[in-house]
């Protein structure tokens, strides 16, 4: 048998799985699928709507409008290629080396290059289906304002269909050489050159910038000039993206007809070399790699166990010191704690990602400086500010769902053991809120100190926003972990396929809808800036003030309170523990 028809056994097993999933997932909550559908459909017609008034807005800007739209698809492409590479690569090491689903498969009489090709594409589907899902309504909107006819969107589909496989390809090629070249001693040492030389890079443009608006002012043509060249890197030719952009944009064109089949046929060309290329690379690299990380694994271990070994004497010397976690929160409490975040950090597909984003919020946080000094109305500074409040909410949202929605499943069948211990499971799930909440809402709190800084809001209304974030990072945090426990699924180990089935959507779909709500009220209580532009310090000893704070406080405690009772009320049923 052929490896593609290997591969076609698996496809279609994994299909009638899910098929089956998706059935008993409808049948058990047709309220809450009925939400989560009527909440895609209304996101679609939202987006559809923004994005086409923001490219009418950018194509009437005087001479440059259709440049801008253009360098926008051509920007926004870019970034998707970097974020796919990434997750693919990320998804892929979950579930190629990290996956006792990989070791089963590799047990049984398939080939090494059909188990392969079959996680890198599962890995990949799960990483893009979110990407398509949000270029839809983009696309839409670009194809209405350009005015062109249905087979746009045949031709638009066949190319993102190639970019999606040579951007995974790619992704998958960058993992198997790291798994099969570089320790992790390496690989740190890589990552740490490509960031100084990141930073370097960034700091030096920074100057540079700088200095040219010293030299010949601030002026529009200037504007507009830096902004297109902060986006050169996204129109090289030899990038992938660039090649989807550019036969996408000559689509649109009426009277370009020269060339139009050269990107298209580029992308299919470099497609195929790329599933050549990784069907070579798992015949050759894939078990070596598999087999090099189990053995690294174990090294690790064993020259951990050889470290912390000690003699009797000294355990019992030790035995008496409490770390300082457990002296607040109690022994059991702080020790699992301790294994959480110890599960956190041994882990570089988790802190990996954490980081990144909250190193980009925290750079853009520090660029608002600049803008400070463009603003001249007040209501602008607070547009701005609330739009950063906004910013740092959805990716808090996007973290909560994607890190802490899957920390109950992640126990998986180990689960019993902690039902048999002295501590309590709701005690358990808890502590998860508990540890979750401090860790994510003291980093966005810092950010949100960052950007009040460089806006210079003052001490009053810095205060207001940093307090808006610490409620959302409750209500977010709280939703997630109670949901998590409401739809556990014990059985799957990577993080990524936890969050991609029904209980992540639902939970991604409660925290946007959340966000959206939260952040309304809170500009009703300001909207006096908005509609005046003047600021009232003591706004809040208004009538209505005080019912939107009410209403805010309500609603965080709705979102906090609702999922941890409801999961309390299902670990007190052994609903969970009945599946293990």
């Not at 992308?267 to 070596?288: C, D, E, P, V």
Request: proline share 3%; hydrophobic share 55%.
């Amino acid at each position: 048998m052929s490896t593609f028809s290997q591969w076609l056994i698996l496809l279609r097993v994994n299909i009638r799985m899910m098929r089956v999933k998706a059935l008993v997932a409808a049948k058990r909550s047709r309220l809450m699928t009925g939400t989560i559908v009527t909440f895609l459909i209304g996101y679609m017609v939202a987006a559809y709507w923004l994005f086409s008034e923001g490219l009418e807005y950018v194509g009437k800007l005087p001479a440059a409008g259709s440049l801008l739209s253009d360098r926008l698809i051509f920007v926004m492409f870019f970034c998707f290629m970097m974020m796919l590479i990434f997750s693919v690569g990320v998804t892929s090491y979950i579930s190629l080396y990290r996956n006792r689903d990989t070791r089963w498969l590799l047990s049984l009489p398939v080939s090494h290059q059909a188990i392969f090709l079959w996680k890198i594409f599962e890995s990949a589907m799960v990483s893009s289906w979110g990407l398509i899902f949000i270029l839809a309504p983009l696309l839409a909107a670009f194809a209405r304002i350009r005015e062109v006819g249905p087979d746009f969107f045949l031709k638009t589909a066949f190319v993102l269909m190639l970019f999606l496989i040579l951007v995974s390809a790619i992704g998958s090629a960058l993992l198997i050489i790291a798994a099969r070249w570089f320790s992790v001693r390496k690989f740190l040492i890589a990552l740490a050159l490509v960031a100084l030389v990141t930073f370097g890079s960034t700091l030096k443009q920074g100057i540079e910038d700088e200095k040219a608006v010293k030299d010949s002012g601030l002026s529009a043509a200037l504007t507009f000039q830096r902004v297109l060249h902060h986006t050169n890197a996204s129109v090289n030719r030899g990038v992938p993206s660039a090649w989807l952009s550019n036969a996408i944009i000559d689509w649109t064109r009426p009277y370009r007809h020269f060339g139009l089949a050269m990107y298209p046929t580029l992308l299919l060309s470099n497609s195929l070399m790329g599933i050549l290329l990784l069907t070579w690379a798992a015949k050759r690299w894939f078990y070596q790699s598999w087999n090099r990380s189990l053995q690294s694994a174990a090294y690790s271990a064993q020259r951990k166990y050889l470290r912390s070994r000690s003699s009797t004497e000294q355990i019992l010397k030790d035995f008496p010191r409490t770390p300082l976690l457990a002296r607040f929160v109690g022994r059991p409490i702080g020790a699992f704690s301790g294994k959480d975040f110890k599960t956190f950090f041994r882990d570089p597909a988790q802190w990996v990602q954490f980081t990144v984003v909250f190193g980009l919020l925290a750079i853009y946080s520090s660029g608002l400086r600049q803008m400070n000094g463009e603003m001249n109305q007040v209501r602008d500074l607070y547009l701005v500010a609330f739009l950063n409040l906004a910013v740092c909410a959805l990716a808090l949202s996007t973290l909560t769902t994607r890190f802490v929605f899957p920390q109950f499943s992640l126990e998986g069948r180990r689960l019993w053991i902690l039902a048999m211990s002295p501590l309590e499971m709701q005690s358990i799930v808890l502590q998860k809120f508990i540890s979750s909440t401090l860790g994510s809402g003291v980093l966005v709190v810092i950010i949100l100190v960052i950007s009040g800084y460089n806006l210079q809001l003052g001490a009053r209304d810095s205060f207001f926003f940093i307090a808006a974030i610490t409620l959302l990072s409750i209500g977010l945090n709280g939703l997630a972990v109670g949901l998590g426990v409401l739809f556990p699924n014990l059985e799957e180990s990577n993080a990524a396929k936890i969050v991609s089935g029904f209980g992540g959507t639902l939970c991604l779909v409660g925290s946007f809808i959340y966000i959206l709500t939260f952040i309304l009220v809170l500009a009703f209580l300001r909207w006096d800036v908005f509609k005046d532009g003047v600021v009232d310090i003591f706004w809040y000893e208004s009538t209505k003030s005080q019912v939107g704070i009410a209403i805010i406080l309500g609603l965080t405690a709705l979102v906090t309170v609702l999922p941890l009772f409801f999961s309390r009320k299902k670990l007190k049923r052994l609903e969970i523990l009945a599946n293990i």
